[in-house]
């Protein structure tokens, strides 16, 4: 990765404040993208998901993994947790707490730009069985369409522009500034898509770290404004719009485990 990483142990609870919120206003990914990652994995049996936050990657993994272990540093993220019957839920930084060479997947949903890289990779390349598989993805900037994308693109690099923390740059280049010790396959292509009236998108907004730092710095006023503007340009506020993510994905297996 391009820059130092962060310190050994130490962990930004940018989240966990807002765990409820991040839970009920965060879009789901797409069911493709598990099956995807089933077909290439070299088994099913176990998946470990790193940096689960509320599971919303953990769960999509149960429907297609006999077990899953999903593990989050922030206790306030695990308490608001999506349950299922096949994903167990412990609060951990990179500590999976599972045997060598156990689990046939290890994933990390829009969370490697926040992970300490020198303590991730070893414990990833102890858990992964033979042909096991490491996939790191994020999703960039949502689109709607260009009349609301102007508005939204205005406050997110304009009003948001100096309270992004810095890691926020992998998740704009897609994370391809990582440098991993992967073979890498080619997956397709994914995108996440929900309808939401602009309630429901004001509240999805209001759980991004810039957000929050903003409002911590300058009060509500600048977040009530990029509302006012996006209000004027939506029209009926509870008319749902199709709001779309890219997903970039990094998808590989370590070099000499395979």
């Excluded at 308490?79 to 046939?104: E, F, K, M, W």
Aim: overall charge neutral; hydrophobic content about 35%.
């Amino acid at each position: 990765m391009s820059g130092p990483p962060p310190p050994p142990g130490s962990f930004k609870n940018y989240f966990g404040p807002r765990a409820e919120q991040y839970f009920a206003f965060r879009p789901r990914y797409p069911a493709e993208l598990p099956d995807y990652l089933a077909t290439v994995a070299g088994g099913t049996a176990l998946a470990w998901d790193c940096g689960t936050g509320n599971g919303q990657a953990a769960v999509g993994l149960a429907e297609r993994f006999t077990r899953v272990v999903a593990t989050d540093p922030s206790a306030d993220m695990i308490a608001h947790a999506i349950p299922h019957a096949r994903v167990t839920y412990c609060v951990a930084q990179y500590q999976s707490g599972l045997p060598d060479h156990s689990a046939n997947l290890v994933t990390v949903a829009q969370a490697l730009h926040w992970f300490n890289l020198d303590e991730f990779l070893p414990e990833a390349r102890r858990v992964l069985a033979r042909n096991g598989v490491l996939a790191a993805w994020c999703y960039s900037l949502c689109r709607i369409e260009p009349g609301l994308d102007e508005v939204i693109d205005g406050y997110y690099t304009g009003t948001l522009g100096s309270f992004w923390p810095p890691e926020r740059r992998h998740t704009d280049d897609g994370y391809r500034s990582f440098v991993l010790p992967l073979d890498e396959l080619a997956p397709p292509r994914f995108e996440m898509s929900q309808s939401w009236t602009m309630s429901e998108f004001v509240r999805y907004v209001r759980t991004w770290s810039g957000t929050s730092r903003c409002i911590e710095a300058r009060g509500e006023a600048p977040v009530l404004a990029f509302e006012e503007s996006l209000r004027q340009r939506w029209g009926d506020p509870m008319e749902g719009r199709q709001i779309r993510w890219p997903i970039h994905c990094r998808i590989g297996r370590f070099r000499g485990n395979g």
